[in-house]
């Protein structure tokens, strides 16, 4: 099992920024990737980001060139730094951490941006 508690979202207006952080416990040792998804109202829940433990990282196009994810491994930490963030962001965020033969979710933080 791997526990995993997101926290730094919030309301920001259009073009500022946050950083989200997402805490890792449990069987880390068998986690393959770490990612950032979102979903927003009556929308499917969608990648944002995702890192390997090689730190290989991956972005949805949406994203690219605006947020920044990143991995502290003595932590067991991934963070998402997002800036210039648009309406269009506003979604609840949530850590996902996989495995070989499962994935792991927090509980989600919500990210408002106001126009």
């Known amino acids: 099992q791997v526990q995993l508690v997101e926290s730094g979202g919030g309301l920001v207006q259009a073009g500022g920024s946050l950083r989200l952080s997402c805490a890792a416990s449990?069987?880390?040792?068998?986690?393959?990737?770490m990612g950032w998804y979102r979903q927003a109202p009556g929308k499917q829940r969608e990648l944002v980001a995702l890192?390997?433990?090689?730190?290989?990282?991956n972005y949805a196009d949406s994203v690219k060139g605006r947020f920044t994810i990143s991995r502290d491994n003595a932590k067991n930490a991934v963070y998402l730094q997002m800036n210039s963030l648009k309406p269009e962001d506003t979604a609840v965020y949530y850590c996902?951490?996989?495995?070989?033969?499962?994935?792991?979710w927090g509980q989600g933080t919500q990210v408002t941006v106001s126009s």
């Open positions: 996902n951490a996989a495995t070989s033969d499962i994935g792991f």
């Open positions: 890192i390997t433990t090689g730190g290989i990282t």
């Open positions: 449990g069987s880390i040792f068998k986690v393959n990737a």
